[in-house]
């Protein structure tokens, strides 16, 4: 009966002008609302209440439950999405997993293996490689780089991490929450930042680097 019940509303949206690649292969557990020129690949579930706005492209093997999209997004395969908003022109996945109360503007990216949760990301941010931001406001054109997380609990609670406008975060960097990163700076990759980091300059910490003779290798008997 579901089944059924998912392919009639995935017919309706058909012959209202949605591109559905298979509608057999479309799962629709709630109501799914679409805008103009919507595409929608095979193996998606539908769950909740959900909206599409125009020429929303949405690739194979998606999640999407109780979330909006908005116009000229597109939401690349084996992405999840859940009970957060996607504004215009942003470009989700693959393999990413957007979690409860998530906001993310326009023009920005969120890439692949990138999980993000309960967060305001401001437009055209960058997240494209392998990261964890939680509990976090960024600002406008904020770069992330890989492996980059924010450290956001401490044991009992969520701490909150901002980042400003502007900010660069290099690859492989630890932000220790509750911290706030100063506008247009930049944090240097392979840093563990716990301090604040001002406006406009570079911040980093790291070990220094040394080299030491290796010594002479004795073969063992």
């Known amino acids: 009966m579901k089944k059924n019940s998912s392919s009639q509303k995935a017919k309706k949206l058909q012959d209202n002008g949605v591109k559905i690649l298979d509608i057999e292969k479309l799962e629709i557990r709630g109501n799914l609302e679409c805008g103009k020129d919507v595409l929608i690949e095979t193996n998606v579930i539908i769950e909740g209440e959900v909206y599409l706005g125009d020429s929303v492209k949405i690739r194979s093997n998606t999640i999407i439950i109780d979330s909006s999209i908005n116009n000229y997004t ?17 470009v989700i996945g693959p393999y990413s997993r957007i979690r409860t109360g998530t906001k993310i503007d326009n023009f920005s990216q969120i890439g692949t293996f990138v999980e993000i949760k309960k967060s305001i990301i401001g437009s055209g941010c960058k997240i494209n490689h392998m990261a964890f931001i939680g509990d976090a406001i960024l600002g406008d054109d904020v770069i992330i780089g890989a492996g980059t997380i924010t450290c956001n609990h401490d044991g009992n609670k969520s701490q909150q991490t901002v980042i400003h406008s502007g900010s660069y975060i290099g690859s492989n960097v630890n932000l220790i929450a509750p ?5 247009n700076a930049t944090i240097g990759a392979g840093s563990t930042i716990t301090k604040d980091a001002p ?23």
């Open 74 to 90: 597109e939401i690349k395969s084996n992405s999840i999405i859940r009970n957060s908003t996607i504004s215009e022109n942003c």
């Open 179 to 183: 911290i706030i990163i100063g506008e």
């Open 199 to 221: 406006d406009s300059k570079l911040t980093l910490s790291r070990p220094k680097q040394i080299t030491v003779e290796a010594g002479n290798k004795t073969k063992s008997e």
